[in-house]
């Protein structure tokens, strides 16, 4: 890398603190959305244990909407299943030609498609094509074979004479968390190449350890004078030439959307090394053709170029970011025809539930007035979405008191807060009216004193309702997720997750004969495994601590990964939120 280019960010600090959050009740970009005429679906989805956009705020927040459209319940609140098991719980909302599917991930936290892969697959997969949640997903979900060099490499460190035993020994890389500097005095940089399909596929994705089979794409979009958007387009693993095209938004604001490929819904994921990537089985692009797009301008790869105006460097709102979405999309059209009347999706999470509604809602308003053509979207998928600051503080109240983060005394002192023509539970009141949320969503007492009821009720709602969630040292994004820190850290010995008689991710395997030991076991006898050395020491999680080891700025730091996705010298390298 150059001396001085800026570094890829996974979420931007300088444009999240920059970023002019203007709304804080996205009710109204809904509403335009229902009333747009259009057939069009909705899927509010949340990983059941996130704190940060909990499932309350979604469910309450849909249900509100409902209400005031005098929607019909077309299906109940009830259970669904993945793989015979509760994968969560759901609810179907239809007006006219208008449904609003609303679903909870049982297990998962605030990025579902890390924490419940499979049942997060399957949810979408039925959104998308019209099944029952039940349905089980057609995806293939079996490994690819490894590509040869790593399945040598493989039997070699893990072979009983060299490895097993002696794991804890290896180096685990540390990613790079510096921050480059960024300053409007500084010389901007020169704009990328245009947008080019021949010149932008990726054509040997460094550390891939798997033939992935399908083409891939990285380069840069318009999104305004002087303003890049990084794009990464994986095409579908079945019939790419018809099937939607889904696009991708991560939250922040400021957060780069290569978080959701590497981390959560891409075909392939990062290992600890920071050099290689493993496979996905449970990737998005099993169902469609995947859109990764780095917005605002100055996220992830994505950057301002010395042909745009300097003194609007840190300029961000809301209606910015959507106004570049909206170009962006185009050039994204006009680069890929083949993808123009395609169905699409728009899909994301976190502070997404603010970018979607904004983004849609003037790209209908450029397809009604003709200046956008060519787009068929058919609905949006939002993961623990922003959707309603106000909702998210009520909802917390509740929320933090039944996972035991305050006392019954604690949580029945608002009972004196709620207004006395209030009809229902206590946990549905608005208790925002006893606070003014200032521009970064944080909800501050009307008064601050506390022998007042207004500036007690002010005052715990804050405590309840915000300061519980955000410093009570839990995992804001996942409630039961923890990342150990000791020291020497034990190192589980076989990261072997799959135990089960047929893993249905595993390929050909579970099928050999297992020969008679000298003390005359039978031949379908399962050999003795140390059940000590398969356990995740390293946290909670199901994934092998992944997020506590993630090195996705290592991995797409280095100079070959940048050159293979077509990313100038000159642009910033990438670095975790």
């Not at 169902?287 to 609007?312: C, H, I, M, W």
């Not at 979405?385 to 005394?409: E, N, Q």
Request: with cysteine; charged share 25%.
């Amino acid at each position: 890398m150059e001396k001085d280019q800026i570094k890829w960010q996974g979420c931007n600090d300088p444009v999240g603190n920059a970023y002019k959050w203007e709304y804080l009740d996205m009710r109204p970009f809904f509403r335009k959305m229902i009333e747009w005429g259009q057939p069009f679906k909705f899927l509010i989805y949340n990983g059941d244990i996130d704190m940060t956009c909990n499932f309350l705020s979604g469910q309450w927040f849909a249900e509100d909407l409902a209400k005031e459209y005098d929607m019909e319940l077309s299906k109940d609140y009830g259970q669904w299943k993945y793989l015979q098991q509760i994968g969560g719980y759901a609810e179907q909302f239809k007006y006219k030609n208008i449904t609003i599917d609303v679903v909870t991930v049982k297990g998962a936290g605030h990025f579902c498609a890390l924490d419940r892969p499979g049942p997060t697959l399957q949810v979408f997969s039925s959104f998308i094509d019209n099944q029952p949640l039940d349905a089980k997903s057609s995806a293939d979900l079996e490994l690819a074979a490894l590509l040869e060099r790593y399945n040598v490499e493989e039997k070699v460190v893990f072979s009983k004479h060299n490895f097993v035993g002696r794991e804890k020994d290896l180096p685990v890389p540390v990613a790079d968390k510096t921050r480059a500097k960024r300053s409007a005095k500084k010389a901007l940089p020169a704009p990328p190449p245009a947008c080019n399909k021949n010149d932008n596929e990726v054509k040997d994705l460094p550390g891939l350890t798997f033939d992935l089979g399908v083409k891939q794409y990285s380069g840069y979009l318009s999104a305004a004078t002087g303003d890049y958007l990084h794009y990464w387009l994986i095409e579908a693993e079945k019939d790419a030439a018809t099937a939607p095209l889904i696009l991708w938004f991560n939250g922040g604001p400021g957060c780069s959307s290569l978080t959701g490929l590497l981390n959560e819904l891409g075909p392939f994921q990062n290992n600890k090394d920071g050099e290689t990537l493993y496979e996905n089985v449970f990737s998005w692009h099993k169902v469609g053709n995947l859109l990764f797009l780095e917005s605002p301008r100055g996220v992830g790869f994505s950057y301002q170029a010395n042909n745009g105006d300097p003194t609007k460097i840190h300029d961000y709102s809301d209606t910015l970011t959507a106004e570049g979405n909206v170009k962006a999309l185009v050039d994204f059209l006009n680069c890929f025809p083949e993808y123009k009347n395609r169905r699409m999706f728009i899909t994301g999470e976190s502070y997404a539930g603010v970018y979607i509604p904004t983004f849609v809602d003037l790209l209908l308003k450029r397809i009604q007035d003709g200046s956008v053509t060519d787009v068929n979207l058919e609905g949006i998928a939002i993961g623990n979405g922003a959707f309603s600051v106000l909702k998210d503080v009520s909802s917390s109240i509740s929320l933090t008191y039944m996972r035991g983060m305050h006392s019954k005394k604690e949580f029945e002192s608002l009972g004196k807060c709620v207004s006395k023509d209030h009809k229902g539970p206590m946990s549905y009141f608005d208790f925002t009216e006893w606070v003014i949320i200032d521009k970064l969503g944080v909800p501050i007492p009307k008064s601050l004193n506390t022998s007042t009821l207004e500036g007690f009720c002010g005052t715990e709602v804050l405590r309840q309702g915000y300061l519980n969630v955000w410093l009570s040292k839990n995992d804001v994004y996942n409630t039961y997720q923890d990342c150990y820190v000791r020291s020497p850290l034990p190192y589980p010995g076989d990261q072997d997750a799959s135990s089960n008689d047929q893993p249905i991710h595993i390929k050909n395997g579970g099928h050999e004969r297992v020969k008679r030991d000298s003390i005359g076991r039978p031949m379908n006898y399962r050999p003795f495994v140390d059940e000590g050395k398969r356990l995740n020491y390293q946290s909670t999680d199901n994934n092998g601590g992944v997020m506590c080891y993630d090195q996705k700025a290592t991995y797409l730091n280095r100079p070959h990964v940048r050159t293979a996705l077509h990313v100038p010298d000159y642009v910033q390298a990438w670095d975790e939120c």
